[in-house]
């Protein structure tokens, strides 16, 4: 069974930047495509990036492109969602999410584990 806790999420004005982390216990991290989903009030659960467990190709949104970065360090057991140029409707509830094995899919189905989520304030 894997946990992964997330951490980093805040306020921060619009043009701000965050980071958030997910840190993994209970499984063999390198062996987990990991992504990022967020959630907005009143909205379903979306996509916002993913990086494979092998080869750490990535893939992202359209919405986020040239403003988030996704990346790991499996020496820490831990995924990054770098964030930059954030804009009110980035706000929403982030979580990570795990696959073992999988591809960097933007279906929820396809991910095994789930953190808590972690809340991104976006102020104007």
């Known amino acids: 069974q894997v946990q992964l806790v997330e951490s980093g999420g805040g306020l921060v004005q619009a043009g701000g930047s965050l980071r958030l982390s997910c840190k993994a216990s209970?499984?063999?991290?390198?062996?987990?495509?990991m992504a990022w989903f967020r959630q907005a009030p009143g909205k379903e659960r979306e996509f916002v990036a993913a990086?494979?467990?092998?080869?750490?190709?990535?893939v992202s949104t359209d919405s986020v492109k040239g403003r988030f970065t996704i990346s790991r360090d499996n020496a820490k057991n831990t995924v990054y969602l770098q964030m930059s140029s954030l804009k009110p409707e980035d706000t929403a509830v982030y979580y990570c999410a795990a696959a073992r094995f999988g591809d960097t899919s933007s279906r929820t189905y396809h991910y095994d584990y789930w953190g808590q989520g972690t809340q991104v304030t976006v102020s104007s």
């Open positions: 209970g499984g063999t991290f390198s062996h987990y495509t």
């Open positions: 990086i494979r467990w092998s080869g750490g190709s990535t």
